[in-house]
């Protein structure tokens, strides 16, 4: 059973492009989760969607991110017009339910020059 | 003040030793208690999860929760160089609206063979 898969794990951009970021949960998991780790510091959440709804966004900043799990394919985390304090390492967790566990990704490296 | 507290080490220890890593709370309210390993540059690795006060055992780890005094603990018997790693604690609401993990900063340990 192939874990939380991410791509790509390394993303370099410029200031003011868009970074996409994708994440496949594990089979069988319908609850995504995206953190955000900045160097030095620990895990932050910022969202919690299932399936075609956000279910918990307080940990997002309130311009520039979005995120979306659609009916099919993975989720994307989206950071738009990037900014140098945006270069961090983000995560990608799913869980089967509720009130499961969650397991983590990779993580994609996120570099804005 | 930070919601979990957890020194940042580095803990420095020989192979063989036992180690205990510790965590402190603030929100009485979180119910469910993990402890994660992260190796450098890869995503947290999931070692232990517990709702309840009291012990909990797998192998070489025991993590321990304490809930009157909002502390918890892992422990690692016998101590291997594979054990080096940043270890993080994290809590969690029961809350199925808002499943965010709160993590500590993590704890850098080093096992010198």
């Known amino acids: 059973n192939a874990g939380v898969m991410q791509n790509p794990r390394h993303l370099v951009r410029r200031r003011g492009q868009e970074a996409r970021l994708r994440c496949s949960p594990m089979?069988?998991?319908?609850?995504v989760y995206w953190y955000r780790q900045l160097p030095e510091e620990g895990l932050k959440f910022m969202v919690y969607?299932?399936?075609?709804?956000?279910?918990?966004e307080s940990g997002m900043p309130k311009e520039r991110f979005s995120a979306e799990f659609p009916k099919e394919g993975p989720s994307i985390l989206r950071i738009q017009q990037v900014v140098r304090g945006d270069s961090a390492a983000y995560f990608c967790?799913?869980?089967?339910?509720?009130?499961?566990?969650?397991?983590f990704g990779p993580g994609t490296r996120l570099t804005v020059l | 003040q930070k919601e979990v507290e957890q020194d940042p080490g580095p803990l420095s220890v020989p192979e063989g030793a036992i180690v205990s890593l510790n965590c402190t709370y603030s929100?009485?309210?979180?119910?469910?208690f993990m402890w994660y390993r992260q190796y450098s540059r890869k995503g947290p690795e999931l070692l232990m999860y517990?709702?309840?006060?009291g012990n909990k055992e797998d192998g070489r780890f025991t993590a321990q929760v304490d809930k009157s005094s909002k502390y918890i603990s892992l422990f690692i018997r016998d101590s291997q160089p594979s054990d080096s790693a940043t270890y993080l604690c994290?809590?969690?609401?029961?809350?199925?609206?808002?499943?965010?993990?709160?993590f500590g900063s993590g704890t850098r340990l080093q096992v010198q063979p």
């Open positions: 089979k069988g998991h319908s609850h």
């Open positions: 517990t709702y309840s006060s």
């Open positions: 929100n009485s309210a979180f119910q469910y």
């Open positions: 969607l299932q399936k075609e709804n956000i279910i918990d």
């Open positions: 994290a809590t969690s609401l029961m809350d199925t609206g808002r499943r965010a993990l709160t």
């Open positions: 967790a799913s869980s089967p339910g509720v009130v499961d566990t969650q397991y």
